[in-house]
């Protein structure tokens, strides 16, 4: 008569036969990972299948200290553990002891062929690197259309300065991956953007390995638009990036690569505008200054005032002077009043005092307070230097002379004077007193 | 994006106005000159405010079918 058992009784007898058979323990099971999933507890579950079947696997977190790589699915491996029931399912597994990564060398030996190979004919050269255009309206992206990257590249952008996205969606990992990567470069290419990012998560080096494909690279390379690289993690380098005009660590970095900050092109704008503003404020300053020295130089009445004001200078002084000197000092004399015009009116008021006081003081004037008049003038000299063109003592040195009345004015019209009136002709070098015979008025 | 109506995108409408700008400071353009770089400044910088402020963006996919390139819009769920 058959023996009756429960579940939990069978599946405990099954789980003693799978644990004692020789053949399902101390084994190296070889196949790739898929559908890894790691538990908050530290056990990772995940399946190992090859092209014609699969088995769960859990490797616990005791075991998970004894590998030195970090598991991924589509990795490769060779696992060394046993079958083993999990009673309470019903299910059976391989519980993975420890684990290596199996065809890396392989796959490390043709990528350092191919990256060789491409470094030798210059496909990574700075040279051949395109500046990325300072504002792009569209972008390209050859993704997933699932993955992390093309959201992090939309949101990214969004903040950023509006650029369209145009993606042309790609397989970014297995077999014939590469394939629709090459086709998306290309087709962007064709209907024309402004840069293209090619990228994908990060992930095993089986994962990344449709960046390590020939095909890819030379796709790159031949693309007519810039492009920026954003491959796996910021550690992973594959050619695809060695070949981009720029490799981004980050989709993110890949945006902000490729479209500058709204804010900061604001800023950009706004330092353009103080600028622009303070320039034409500067620029009419500038105009402004200039005019008002041609005004002056060239106003008619500017130019006749100041020669008015110069003369009636001349006169007082020249007033002054006769009083204070005696006749008999006319040497004395001649030589004060050529200097007397350039002299300071506070100056000459001193020299006039002492002159006036007593003509054996002046005389015995002593050396010192020569020097210092001395210097004195030499600095006023300097300094009207550009007055002397109007001076009229500059007129006098050219052979001209002028009249004074007896009120010491200038006399510049015929008007007003008659007939034996008594008026002052100054010339260069000293007056003449006169009488005025007759006059006649210019028509 | 918008396209300008006068032809001029972003990008030339900021080089543009960055070379004004330096003509403006250089102080060699004479009254008149200056008066007309500095409308046409103010002008191009209202332009790229503008551009700025409303420009929208488009994201699609694009593939390759048998009857030629199709975009659709595309939205990723955030």
Redesign the interface.
């Known amino acids: 008569m058959s023996e009756r058992v429960t579940v939990t009784e069978l599946n405990t007898r099954v789980r003693e036969v799978l644990s004692s058979n020789r053949d399902l323990n101390d084994i190296w099971l070889l196949g790739e990972i898929s559908n890894l999933k790691k538990y908050s507890s530290g056990h990772y579950y995940f399946t190992i299948k090859d092209p014609g079947s699969e088995i769960r696997a859990v490797m616990f977190r005791s075991s998970r200290a004894r590998i030195d790589f970090e598991p991924d699915d589509a990795m490769k491996v060779e696992a060394y553990g046993h079958v083993d029931m999990y009673v309470e399912r019903g299910t059976y597994q391989f519980v993975v002891d420890s684990m290596k990564r199996s065809g890396v060398g392989e796959l490390y030996l043709r990528y350092e062929a191919l990256r060789k190979k491409l470094e030798a004919e210059g496909l990574f050269s700075q040279d051949r690197k395109r500046k990325l255009p300072v504002y792009p309206k569209t972008i390209g992206v050859v993704t997933s259309p699932t993955g992390a990257v093309i959201h992090d590249i939309i949101t990214t952008t969004g903040r950023l300065y509006p650029a369209d996205i145009l993606l042309a969606p790609a397989q970014v990992q297995g077999e014939g991956a590469w394939r629709s990567i090459v086709a998306g470069i290309e087709l962007l290419n064709r209907v024309g953007v402004d840069v293209i990012i090619v990228g994908r998560g990060g992930g095993s080096i089986e994962d990344l390995w449709p960046f390590n494909e020939e095909p890819v690279a030379r796709a790159i390379a031949a693309s007519r638009v810039p492009v920026i690289s954003s491959v796996g993690h910021e550690t992973d380098f594959t050619i695809a990036d060695f070949v981009a005009d720029v490799r981004a660590a980050t989709p993110t970095a890949a945006a902000q690569l490729a479209v500058r900050d709204k804010g900061e092109i604001r800023r950009q704008i706004e330092d353009m505008a103080v600028r622009m503003n303070k320039a034409l404020s500067a620029s009419l300053v500038r105009m402004r200054a200039r005019f008002e020295v041609l005004d002056s130089k060239l106003s008619p009445k500017r130019a006749k005032d100041r020669i008015d004001y110069l003369l009636m200078k001349l006169d007082d002084m020249s007033s002054k002077m006769a009083a204070a000197l005696s006749k008999k000092n006319t040497a004395m004399h001649r030589r004060l009043s050529s200097a007397d015009a350039r002299l300071v009116p506070a100056l000459m008021d001193a020299v006039s005092r002492r002159t006036k006081s007593s003509e054996g003081t002046f005389m015995r004037l002593d050396p010192a307070m020569r020097a210092v008049l001395d210097t004195k003038r030499a600095r006023l000299e300097k300094v009207s230097a550009g007055l002397d063109a109007l001076s009229p003592y500059a007129v006098l040195e050219r052979g001209y002379s002028f009249v004074a009345g007896p009120d010491g004015r200038a006399v510049t019209s015929v008007r007003g004077l008659s007939r034996g009136a008594v008026v002052t002709l100054r010339m260069r070098d000293g007056r003449a007193d006169a009488e005025i015979k007759d006059t006649e008025e210019f028509r | 994006?918008s396209e300008d109506k006068e032809g001029m995108?972003?990008?030339e409408s900021?080089k543009t106005?960055?070379e004004?700008?330096r003509q403006?400071?250089s102080?060699e353009?004479d009254?008149d000159r200056?008066?007309e770089v500095?409308e046409r400044?103010?002008a191009l910088?209202d332009r790229?405010?503008k551009i700025?402020d409303e420009?929208?963006?488009?994201?699609?996919?694009?593939?390759?079918t048998a009857s030629g390139?199709v975009?659709k819009d595309?939205r990723?769920d955030?």
């Open positions: 994006m995108g972003f990008e900021m106005l960055e004004l700008v403006l400071e102080g353009l009254l200056s008066l500095y400044a103010v910088r790229c405010r700025l420009s929208d963006r488009r994201v699609q996919t694009i593939m390759e390139t975009r595309f990723v955030e």
